[in-house]
Structures are given as structure tokens and as C-alpha cells.
């Protein structure tokens, strides 16, 4: 579903990525590990289209997408892609139901259809009693469940995830894992997952291990 070919990148001097090729199947959860400073996140952001490759390419179902610019790259990534942060990103100011709305909002959808979703999404992950909460009222656990929802919203192919648990107790993590996998048997997502939890990457269906900028091993669970 999602494939990449030949991905460089560098910033100044610094050789970050260095001809990484990786596949990425329809419903497969796949973890990237690796020491600090290996690449992982500047190829987790540039297989989400957030950067931009040197050299090589990233299509997803056969389209190219490494090569979209501007409000036709977007509105791509508006409608294909969801993004799980450490720091979960949610507006302050918001409650946490509106902040689940934001990306149907920007995808011009009828308000009562996000509403559907989104209360559907909150069902599923245990916060339909805290909806009309702000970020501030909500515990850690429950802003990076927020934010799992509105990368859900809008029905994306592929969900990438940077340290998603890295923000969290080993209880939240733990239950952030297995989410996951329930939202992957649910609704047939793709999961691309940077970490440093070993808990998360053995889970995985694949792990990919990097090291200087390339993959050094790949392996199935």
C-alpha cells in the first residue's frame, strides 16, 4: 500500500537518510526502532509527506505522493493520512470534541457527519463522558486518546505515530498499545510506529531497525 524507494536525506552536512527502501502493507502495524539520531522520525515524516525527500520516492497505492506540493498535498494528506505526536497537539483552547472535529472541518465535511464520527471515535475509546472537556481538565492519557481520535476522523489508509507513549505512564502506555491493534482489527488502518518501548515494537507485526540512516534489520513477530 505504502512504499518508498531510495529515500535520502540530508540537513547541511548531515547524511540523515541514506537509500532507505521500506513497504508498508494494507493492515499492518510496523515499529521503527533505533538509537537517537538513527532517522527514524525524518523518514516516520517523510513517509506522512510532513518533509520532503532529497532523493528517492514515497507512493501510496500506486500514486506518487513525495513529488505533491502546496493545497493539492494537503488536502492528500487531509484525506489519506492520520498523525499520532508525543505531545499530543491539541488546540487549548478547544474541548477535546472539538479538537477531534479539526480535520473533517478542514476537509469541508457537513458538521452533523463529524459530529457522528467523532462520537463514534469517543465511544470506541472511552471518552464520550469527557468530550466537553478542555485539554487542561483531561489527563495524559486521555489528551493522546483525543488525539488518536481526530487522526482517525477523517477514515485514513495509514496512521503514523512518533513516540506515541513516550509521554505517558507504563498503564496509559500499555493501553495505548493495545489500541492500536483493537483499532487495526476494527477498521483495517496501517500503522507506522517510531519507539523506544520495547513492550510496542515486539507487539508489531514487523520491526524495522535502523541505524546511521538505513535499515539494519527487519523482523517478524
Known sequence: MLEAKGIQKKYGDLHVLKGVDVIIKEGEVVSIVGASGAGKSTLLHILGTLDQPDAGEVSLNGKKISGLKGDQLADF????????????????EFTAEENIWIPGLIAGKKLRDIQKRSSELAKMLGLSSRLSHKPSEL???????????????????????????????????????????????????SFVIVTHNQELAKMADRTLTMKDGAILSMMNR
Do not use: C, M, W
Open 77 to 92: 494528506r487531509n484525506q489519506h493520512i492520520g498523525f499520532i505526536f508525543q505531545f499530543h497537539n491539541l488546540l487549548p
Open 139 to 189: 489527563s495524559g492519557g486521555e489528551q493522546q486518546r483525543v488525539a488518536v481520535a481526530r487522526a482517525l476522523l477523517n477514515y485514513p489508509q495509514v496512521v503514523f505515530a512518533d513516540e506515541p507513549s513516550g509521554n505517558l505512564d507504563t498503564k496509559n502506555a500499555h493501553a495505548l498499545h493495545n489500541l492500536f491493534f483493537t483499532l487495526r482489527e476494527n477498521s483495517g488502518q
